[in-house]
């Protein structure tokens, strides 16, 4: 058969294509590409939930205090140790294996855990505070790596497991597909966060002491605001935050040592990609993240995160105080 | 004149033959009294000093699934050894060091041999952490057992004359060799007429070799065109904690196994995720490790059904305790000690001490005094004892010389009540013999894959033949 204007090449890719069409069984079943799709939105909600948690303290913290506080995933992986390593077993031997109590609990618990720890190291982010940037790199990092010895002489250095809510939880399926439960609990639990704390940076009294600080903290203690008062709040709700994720992040995973790492270099992109000290930067950072990481899976898996570093790279060129940065919050 | 013999002479004779030769006799077992053993060595005072042993085993982080048993195996034999009165009566002492990145570890060996003066070393994991410690070894002249740390590299390429080094653990090569040939056997791969292949690795020398070794086994057994590769992703080793990506993209490419050599932590997050996507049920996972060390951790409600590979190693149930008591015996000894149940890394740390102690005892029958550790190598090399997993070989000429063989096992996973985690159901032993480099063979290696074992299968196997 001549098929007129295709030329030889063409030609060939036609039948080629042809064949494709014919004989590959995956054509026919639209459906299924359809629920591959929703699989995958699904997943890129769930990645930027968990990254967002993180990424918000540290953005908050920044903003506030002006410390990059490279020290913030150990408070996530605090969280995630907590629970894996003791709290699921407490919470266990009081609620038994009734769900709603083990979904709703160990966040809690991992935040007042990670909320009570940050309140002893908050000395010391007041006295880096103010000081130079590798004076506050090298003490924030430091502190990480301190973090991640208090894991292995508390829990050991196995990984540890808490996945009886997550298994609890079960799966729903769709048609011949399944999707984890749990994972949907974590994207809610996250987007009521994120609303709780909107209102409360931006409806509340103590949400404008907050953001008042960030944009001029001299100026705030002129008008009288309680300027260590305001510090305490933020890494007070900055740890909170942390923990919260953690807690609610680790029934899907297992705790081991030498996450703090590497959440670190994640929610790092997070913010450079979305805005250091802003609020929506971390939201719109942990989206583009998560986003990218799922392309990079589809269509070059052996790329892994570099598609990530790439894009960071372009933004930190093209505008280099972030997508959300520049306007505050 | 003829004479003749009397009743009488005969008589004589009769009693004169039966002294003689009673006589005779006699003095032939004093004579073979005196012949027989080896003129006796002058025997040389042992001295009285214990052996220092030294261990190196992650203890820490996603490694640490496999360290620490490795640590506990080395530890039983070295109590087992002196509570029996020593190597020659001398006791064997020892000291533990952390495995961590190859710079790190290489400083902890060099610790150990030049401060702590160990007389024998028994440790590693990690295929990144052998490289950088062989050649360390060859130059500080100390005796070393490498546990695993298998890459196919250390022997072809980085030591490929060792003299102080040796390997317990079977080559990586032969972990996706014979994972895949337990794929293709126990799920009958052969009958059909194509098979879709998802792979999933981790990012590092190890995830590589086996993802390059199961591919070609597949595609000489199978044949090339029944065989297609829809997805391959090499996520970071313990450095991913949500797979969900990556099961969601396994899915849609509908393969009907998934080869993986995730372990560790890796296996865990992976496994656990995958259940709640329904992956299991989709497509037969072919793994050729998850189930060779820690299974009471690392593969608890592991999805039955599935192909469980031990590296093409050891598992505890086999061989069975009824008809190979060594392993029984281990297997309770190690259980009593430790309260869990051993494993592959255990098993070789295990075999590593007991292959020293056969040495020294084989020099000394020799020689006629604790031998110096040229005469242990000598006396190592071509060596066969039985270890739990059955007997194993040290080879003595190239390639792959000082590297230990045994024949592995690939199983299918099922849950075990009585143990409480997923064990090897219906296991079919792969020897060794058929699916690694013999000795001798002069080949180089693959440019692509790197290793001898690569470019053997392609130059030697035949296409469509099962060779087990």
Redesign the interface.
């Known amino acids: 058969m001549h098929i007129a204007g295709l030329g030889k090449h063409g030609e060939k890719a036609w039948y080629q294509y042809k064949l494709i069409r014919v004989y590959n069984p ?1 054509e026919t079943i639209d459906m299924l ?1 359809i629920m ?1 799709l929703l ?2 939105i699904y ?1 890129i909600f ?2 930027a939930s ?1 990254l967002f948690l993180i990424a918000v303290g540290l953005n908050i913290i920044y903003g506030v205090m002006k410390i990059v506080n490279l020290a913030h995933p150990a408070f996530f992986v605090l969280g995630c140790y907590t629970i894996a390593g003791t709290g699921m077993g407490v919470m266990i031997n009081i609620f038994g294996s009734s769900i709603i109590p083990l979904l709703i609990t160990p966040p809690l618990l991992a935040a007042f855990v990670v909320a009570v720890s940050s309140l002893l190291i908050f000395p010391l982010f007041l006295f880096i505070s103010g000081k130079g940037d590798e004076v506050q790199l090298l003490i924030t990092y430091g502190l990480l790596l301190i973090f991640e010895d208090i894991f ?1 002489l508390i829990w050991g ?3 540890l ?1 808490a ?1 009886q809510p ?2 609890l939880a079960g ?1 729903l ?1 769709i048609g011949e ?4 439960v ?2 949907i609990y974590v994207i809610i639990s996250a987007l009521v966060i994120a609303l709780i704390l909107w209102i409360f940076l931006f409806k509340s009294k103590s949400g404008l002491l907050l953001r008042a600080s960030s944009m001029d903290i001299e100026m705030a203690a002129a008008l009288g605001a309680n300027v260590k008062k305001v510090l305490l709040l933020t890494v007070l709700i900055a740890s909170f935050l942390a923990g919260l994720g953690g807690g609610l ?1 680790i029934p ?3 705790a ?4 703090s790492v ?1 959440f670190l270099v994640l929610a790092f992109v997070v913010v450079v990609i979305g805005g250091l000290g802003s609020f929506l930067g971390s939201l719109v950072g942990a989206f583009i993240v998560s986003v990218l ?2 392309i990079t ?2 269509l070059f ?2 790329l ?2 570099a598609l990530i570093y790439i894009v960071a790279i372009i933004i930190l060129t093209l505008k280099p105080e972030g997508l959300g940065g520049g306007k505050k919050w | 004149m003829s004479k003749k013999t009397g009743r009488r002479d005969f008589l004589k004779g009769l009693v004169s033959g039966l002294v003689v030769g009673g006589i005779a006799g006699v003095a032939g077992t004093e004579i073979y009294r005196g012949l027989a053993p080896p003129p006796p060595p002058v025997r040389e005072e042992i001295p009285t000093t214990p052996i220092k042993a030294g261990i190196q085993a992650y203890l820490t982080g996603g490694g640490a699934l496999w360290g620490k048993p490795m640590m506990q195996g080395a530890i039983l034999a070295i109590e087992e050894i002196n509570e029996r009165g020593g190597i020659l009566g001398r006791k064997i002492e020892y000291v533990v060091k952390s495995e961590t990145s190859p710079e790190e570890t290489v400083r902890e060996y060099r610790t150990l041999v030049l401060d702590e003066k160990i007389d024998f070393y028994v440790g590693l994991i990690s295929s990144s952490n052998t490289p950088a410690v062989g050649p360390v070894a060859e130059e500080l002249q100390t005796l070393t057992f490498f546990v695993d740390g298998c890459t196919d590299f250390l022997f072809e390429s980085v030591v490929p004359d060792p003299r102080f080094c040796f390997r317990i653990t079977n080559i990586q090569s032969a972990d996706g060799v014979a994972a895949a040939i337990g794929a293709i056997k126990l799920l009958n791969l052969t009958e059909k007429d194509k098979v879709r292949i998802a792979h999933i690795h981790p990012d590092y020398a190890y995830g590589r070799n086996a993802h390059a070794h199961m591919q070609i086994t597949f595609e000489k057994v199978l044949g090339k065109d029944r065989v297609e590769v829809v997805y391959e992703a090499f996520p970071g080793l313990f450095k991913i904690t949500d797979f969900s990506p990556y099961i969601t993209e396994i899915i849609a490419n509908r393969p009907d196994i998934l080869a993986s050599s995730l372990w560790g932590a890796d296996v865990v997050n992976f496994y656990k995720q995958a259940i709640g996507y329904g992956l299991f049920e989709k497509m037969k996972y072919v793994s050729c490790i998850a189930h060779a060390a820690s299974p009471a951790e690392a593969v608890k409600d592991f999805p039955d059904g599935h192909i469980a590979g031990v590296h093409a190693n050891y598992f505890f149930l086999y061989p069975e305790w009824d008809k190979y008591p060594i392993n029984k015996s281990f297997v309770n000894n190690y259980y009593r000690r430790w309260g869990t149940y051993p494993d592959s890394p255990s098993e070789g740390a295990y075999v590593a001490v007991y292959l020293y102690k056969n040495a020294v005892e084989k020099a000394y029958t020799m020689i006629g005094r604790f031998p110096e550790v040229d005469d242990i190598i000598r006396a190592l090399e071509g060596m066969t004892i039985y270890g739990p997993a059955g007997p194993i070989h040290v080879r003595a000429e190239k390639p792959n010389k000082h590297q230990c063989y045994k024949d592995g096992i690939v199983g299918i996973s099922k849950y075990d009540p009585r143990f409480g985690f997923s064990v090897l159901d219906k296991p079919i032993v792969i020897p060794i013999s058929k699916i690694t480099v013999p000795e001798g063979w002069e080949g180089t290696p693959d440019p692509k894959a790197g290793t001898l074992a690569y470019s053997w299968i392609r130059e030697t196997w035949r296409e469509g033949v099962v060779p087990v």
């Open positions: 995956r590409e591959d699989v995958r997943n769930f990645g968990v292995r250095s196995e990984p497991r996945s997550f298994e799966s399926s597909y399944l999707i984890p749990y994972n992040f899907s995973a297992s081991m040592l030498g996450m590497e990481r799922t899976l589809i898996p052996e892994e995160l």
